[in-house]
Each structure stands twice: as structure tokens, then as C-alpha cells.
């Protein structure tokens, strides 16, 4: 899904989210990578940005994971549900891209709990035939 997917208010969101990463850079980068998962309440996000060559990873303004929740929530649509994971991309020129992930589970980094996607889908509920087998197989249906 790009940036121009989802509602006005998920893109003013999105366009939220990029100006305050941005605001918090030194001048001169070339590329910036948000990511964020978050399922049942539980996040992990990261923040790379690239300058020079040289990729540093500055921690995500508290604010950027409180937008990701607004966003989450602004995104959800009763049959399709809400995205697991999204990546904003953005480039020197100040253009933003974002790929919001339904269907797959995110690259934690680490495990986790059992039976989180199924709290996931009493949160945010989908028709079955867009659940994926995984999630199906996590949530115990």
C-alpha cells in the first residue's frame, strides 16, 4: 500500500509521523526508514537514517509511537482489519512512501507470546477469509 492508500486522516498522520522524524535530524541526510510493528498493544519501532554512507539509528520521538497508534486505529476497516507492521520511507527531497503489512507477521527481532494475534483480532476483528493461516494458527481458530 503507498502513502496515498487510507484515509485523509491516516495521511495527515503519515505526514505527522515524517515531520517530526525529520525535525529531529541533522541536515544532510539522504534517506530516513521508519518502521513500526505493533499487535494486542505490544510495539517494537525503529528509526534508520542514512547520511553519507553512514547509517545511524536514532530512537523514535515518543510522540512518532503514539501516532503510529492513532494510525493503526485510523486504518482499521472491519473486513481487511489493520496493518501488523508499516515502513515510511523517506527520501532527501522530502517525499514519504509507506508499506503497511497486513498479512504478514512482523521481523520482531525477538519472540513473542503465544495467543497475541488472537488478542490482535479481538481488537481489531477481520472477516476469515482475511486471516491469514498463521494468525489463524496463533489465535487458536
Known sequence: M??????????????RIVALVVAGQEPGWDRIEIWNAEAAG????????????????????????DLFEELKEAMYRPDTGTWLSVRISISADGSADADYNYDEPPAWGMEVEPGLYGEELERFPRSPENIPDWMKADAGL
Open 2 to 15: 503507498s502513502f496515498l492508500d487510507g484515509s485523509i486522516a491516516a495521511q495527515e498522520i503519515v505526514s
Open 42 to 65: 505490544f510495539g517494537s519501532a525503529s528509526v534508520d537514517v542514512v547520511a553519507g554512507g553512514e547509517t545511524t539509528w536514532p530512537d523514535p520521538p515518543e510522540e512518532v509511537i
